[in-house]
């Protein structure tokens, strides 16, 4: 089955830390930066997209989220230059597991397709780093199993 963009803004929230904007060059374009490699490249804002990217601050309402990502309702996200994300962006297929706090909010991720955690929460990071991280299980679906199991004895709410 396909991949198919449900628009929650989960894969985004998380990537403030690796996406940043160097220079805004003119209204429409902006010079971003990896943090990770350190890579520079050119984005353009869509242009259905620019009210939408000047009406809101997403870092007040996901402090860790993409400076590109935007919501024009609370379940409906968008990436305001979609049309010239970076290939980073492009091969992101979402989560593979997303971990929920007791009042439902998403505090984790594991990436779809891999074994990479994400999460700003140091009592879910200790768990992880403590209970998964070394665990060497072959199959990806034990491994996965293993992990719902983990987060979910520790009273987390896991979404596959």
Known sequence: M???CQ???ECCSY???IIGIEDRIDPMNFRI???VTGEERMVTLDPDKVDL???QDIGQIRPMA???LRFRDPKHAFCTVHHSRPDLCRQYACFRLLILDRQGNHIGRVQDGSRFFSTVNADLRGL???DIAGVNIPDEAAWEEHVADVFS???YWIVR
């Open 2 to 4: 396909a991949f198919r």
């Open 7 to 9: 628009q929650c803004g």
């Open 15 to 17: 990537m403030g830390d």
């Open 33 to 35: 930066r990896f943090s």
């Open 53 to 55: 990217f000047r009406s």
């Open 66 to 68: 993409c400076p590109f």
């Open 128 to 130: 992880w780093d403590t």
């Open 153 to 155: 004895w520790a009273g």
